[in-house]
Structure formats: C-alpha cells, structure tokens
C-alpha cells in the first residue's frame, strides 16, 4: 500500500512487521535532511541504513554522519567509476587516496570497504585502472577487518576472478546484485552475500527474481541504492531507505517466505556482517 505525502514524496503506508535494514544507500545525495530521512525509514520498519562512500568527500561525509546517528553505518571508497577522477592515474595521488579510504575504514563506525568494484557498464575509468583499485581495496577490507561491498556492473566474471585471485575476505557483499541464478549459486558456493535492489520489483526482472529465488536466506540482504532504483510502485519518485520495505516484502514473495521471518534473517545476516548496531 503506498498514498502519497504532502510533498509527493513516497510515502509507505503498510510498515514491515519486523524492523529490517537498508543495506546499502547514498545519504548525502538525496534531497531531504538525514533526520527526515531516517525518521520516514524507522516508520516504515527499516530501522537503519549503511550509508556508502564512492569518493574520498563522500566517504568523509559518510563515516561522519554514523558517528553522528546510531542508526547509520558507513562504507568507505571510491567507486569504480570515480577511480579515473580521483588521481588521475597518478601513482602517488592513488597512494594518498587509499590511504585516507584505509583510516576511515579503520573508524569503529565504519562497517564495510565499499563500494569498489568493476563497471564495465560506464566508461568513465579504463578497466585496467578500475581493476587496481578493486585489488587495494580488497587488501583494506582485509588488513582492517571490514566487509567488502561490491559495485558489478557488467562484469561478473572479473569480479569473481579477481576475489579469488586476491583471496576474498571474510565477509563479502554484492550491492545491487545483478547476477542471473547461475551466479547466485556461484556467489552461494563461495558465501557471497547477495544485497537486491528495488530493481528486483521491476516487471521485466525475471531473471533477477531467479537468482533470489535460489540465493540461500542467510546470504540475501535488500538495499535501497537510494535516491537510484526506485521500486514499484514508485518508480519514477526519488528512492530513499524507507522504500527498502517494498523490496523486502518482493524478496519475501519471490522467496516464499513469511515477511517477518525474512525481516529477521535480514537483521541476523546484518549483525553477522557488520555487528550489532
Ligand atoms: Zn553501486
Ligand atoms: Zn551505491
């Protein structure tokens, strides 16, 4: 059930039974106070958020704001396709860089190394360049003991390839999976953690609605990429955390699951990964 707010914004009016967790949003780039912003989430049964970094500014930003809010969690690095703009390719700029991203994901507030990965899909860093920045940051993500969160545009199989090259972490999520059920069972095997979008709700997604149907319950989270990849019914509407229920209650249908044990195994899985908040 879904009506609309006073500034026709989404609004959800049916909350989840059990809180869960956005697992992977964009704070500092939506166009309403955080306050206000995590206040609509906690309504509608989504009682916290991992806000994620892709730059250096954004990653500061983000690991201040969980050290400001108990309800946010913060992920660190500079995304695949902001790897060109950061340094340049200039080996002394990219060391600087790392570095900083290396001592915010050391702050107790900061939970995961993310989001880094491969997109192939944009061209805005060569994959040469993309691909180094992926290695160093699967080597944070290990000396600091954080989550690894994955970016995979289109680029599966370097993505994988290189996890296993390098030695994955511990503890691995793919945001906004992407992967057909082939590769659900794959990232299954190797104990991926697979976090759906609001693109799992989209009418032509079947294929996405596949890998979640055979993706194991304990390795499934729901995200909200927010203010990207609105789902249904709001397509169209700016995204933010609280719609993460509307993704939730997809994921709990297409796994024919009861909603609130869903919601449960979501928060398990997160405390799993990140602790417990
Ligand atoms: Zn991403
Ligand atoms: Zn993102």
């Not at 809180?19 to 989504?46: K, N, Y």
Request: charged residues 25%; contains cysteine.
């Amino acid at each position: 059930m879904a009506s609309r707010g006073s500034r026709g914004d989404p609004v959800v009016t049916d909350p989840l039974p059990r809180p869960a967790f956005d697992g992977h949003t964009h704070l500092d780039i939506m166009d309403r106070p955080v306050p206000e912003v995590l206040a609509a989430a906690s309504a509608a049964g989504i009682a916290r958020v991992i806000t994620v970094g892709t730059d250096l500014e954004s990653s500061r930003w983000s690991a201040a704001r969980a050290a400001e809010y108990d309800e946010v969690y913060a992920a660190v690095a500079v995304h695949p396709n902001d790897t060109e703009k950061a340094a340049g390719g200039d080996a002394s700029r990219t060391a600087a860089v790392l570095g900083e991203i290396e001592a915010l994901a050391r702050l107790p507030e900061v939970k995961a190394v993310g989001e880094t990965g491969l997109d192939y899909y944009w061209d805005d860093a060569a994959p040469d360049l993309q691909q180094e920045w992926f290695r160093a940051h699967i080597g944070i993500a290990k000396r600091t003991g954080k989550v690894l969160m994955i970016h995979d545009r289109e680029a599966h199989e370097d993505v994988l390839r290189i996890l296993a090259e390098e030695g994955a972490p511990d503890r691995v999520v793919f945001h906004c999976f992407s992967g057909d059920a082939e590769m659900a069972k794959r990232c299954a095997d190797a104990g991926y953690v697979m976090s759906f979008a609001g693109n799992l709700t989209f009418a032509k997604a079947q294929n996405l609605r596949a890998a979640a149907a055979v993706a194991p319950a304990d390795l499934v989270l729901v995200e909200t990429d927010a203010p990207f990849l609105t789902p249904v019914p709001w397509r169209g509407k700016p995204n933010s955390p609280a719609l993460a229920a509307y993704t939730a209650r997809g994921l709990a249908e297409v796994k024919h699951l009861d909603l609130a044990e869903l919601c449960d195994q979501i928060t398990a899985t997160g405390e799993r990964l990140y602790g417990p908040w």
